[in-house]
């Protein structure tokens, strides 16, 4: 769970493991849905800077050359501003959503979201809006947004209110009745029963079935487990959401004390699913594989060099995939035969810091939550955030600010298995 805990270094280089349990922010300090954020989330760039993407010097892998641009900004502000997550629309637009609340548990759970027209340059003025990081296009083009809480309405169903942003707006529009997920194999457990919430979360990518209809990957704790569950739900119009399998389970033989939870799926060229999820702060990846379009699923596995919050997947032209994550640190992972099992690394949070040496980030300085996502063929984009006082608020008078920030990744050269 996103609030539990983070990776920082101590003095000796050693990693450890810090619990943190930040108090809710207060109503007040949130902007109203719907309203502008404050006058320091419209802060973008210097006068008459104008942003473009300069990428600088390309990276060589096996069989391949990735080449980053500098970062650019995508919001700025002193309030909490982190978790971001990256959507592509039908239109080809995109949408950011990002955190802007205290990482504890919350019966209302609001963030800013910012748009791009323009593959990523420049992003509108944030607006409030509700969390949520798994986004399906509808049919219409039309974007539904799932939301990341859900709340007990009898009959065995968890429901939730939904946000819909329309083919081509930029806005989100928050529907209070409609969506809902039946089917559970057991009864859940509240994360925090003095708030009325039920147990599991929408958490990661919507992939198409083949048959028609949706996967999405559910997390959370079924009553009398100690440790998370993974769950894949199914769903033909993207409102009514019904349990199809469990991906992995509090039993799982992985390490981590979490259990399988964030998560990020997509289909691999060859047809099948693929599933990459979180055990734990610092540790491995699992992985799982389905070839029966996510009704089962292959024994978790552990990743051999990727770890280890909130992973996020892009599938490239001829099926290459690219990985994101990280903590401690941010990286991107490629695979070139897009089977899933080969990864090669680079460092995004040392290019940051080489690019924007006066925003330099250290691990302690980033939730490690990112998104990757594909623009076209050869390009994508990756979102990642800067909080320089970590999990606590900016100080009074502070001159520090929590940021956003986005890389394009351009692709130079065709990996020899796909071309």
Not at 53 to 70: C, D, M, N
Request: hydrophobic content about 40%; overall charge positive; charged content about 20%.
């Amino acid at each position: 769970m996103r609030w539990a805990r983070i990776v920082t270094l101590g003095a000796a280089g050693v990693l450890a493991t810090v619990v943190f349990r930040p108090e809710p922010a207060r109503a007040a300090d949130r902007p109203a849905p719907g309203k502008p954020a404050s006058t320091d989330a419209a802060v973008r760039y210097s006068a008459g800077e104008t942003p473009s993407w300069k990428h600088q010097k390309p990276i060589a892998l096996k069989g391949l050359e990735v080449s980053l641009s500098s970062p650019l900004l995508v919001a700025r502000d002193k309030g909490y501003l982190w978790f971001p997550s990256l959507t592509r629309l039908s239109s080809g637009h995109l949408i950011s959503v990002m955190s802007n609340y205290a990482d504890a548990h919350t019966n209302s759970s609001t963030a800013l979201a910012s748009w791009s027209s323009d593959r990523g340059l420049t992003w509108t003025r944030p607006t409030a809006a509700f969390y949520g990081d798994s986004g399906l296009s509808l049919p219409s083009g039309d974007l539904v947004l799932l939301p990341y809480y859900l709340y007990p309405r009898g009959e065995g169903k968890l429901a939730a209110p939904y946000q819909v942003c329309h083919a081509r707006e930029r806005k989100l529009e928050r529907i209070q009745e409609g969506l809902s997920v039946s089917g559970w194999p057991r009864p859940d457990r509240s994360f925090a029963p003095e708030l009325g919430l039920a147990g599991f979360v929408f958490n990661g990518q919507v992939v198409p079935l083949k048959e028609g209809g949706y996967l999405a990957t559910l997390y959370g704790y079924f009553k009398g487990a100690a440790r998370y569950n993974l769950v894949a739900a199914e769903s033909r119009d993207g409102l009514q959401w019904k349990i199809r399998s469990l991906i992995a389970d509090e039993n799982c033989k992985l390490k981590g004390s979490e259990g399988p939870c964030e998560s990020a799926t997509c289909r691999l060229k060859d047809g099948r699913l693929m599933c990459i999820f979180r055990l734990a702060s610092a540790v491995p990846y699992g992985q799982c594989f389905s070839s029966d379009d996510g009704k089962t699923w292959t024994e978790p596995q552990a990743m051999a060099n990727a770890f280890s919050v909130q992973p996020s997947l892009a599938v490239m032209k001829d099926g290459m995939l690219i990985l994101s994550g990280g903590r401690p640190g941010i990286f991107l992972w490629f695979n070139a035969d897009g089977l899933g099992k080969d990864w090669q690394r680079i460092d995004l949070m040392a290019h940051h810091n080489a690019c924007r040496p006066e925003e330099a980030i250290t691990a302690a300085q980033t939730s490690a939550y990112t998104e990757v996502v594909s623009l076209d063929d050869t390009q994508s984009l990756c979102i990642y955030d800067r909080i320089p006082n970590g999990w606590s608020p900016i100080p009074a008078g502070s001159k520090e600010t929590n940021s956003v920030w986005v890389v394009a990744v351009k692709l130079l050269t065709p990996p020899p298995a796909i071309r």
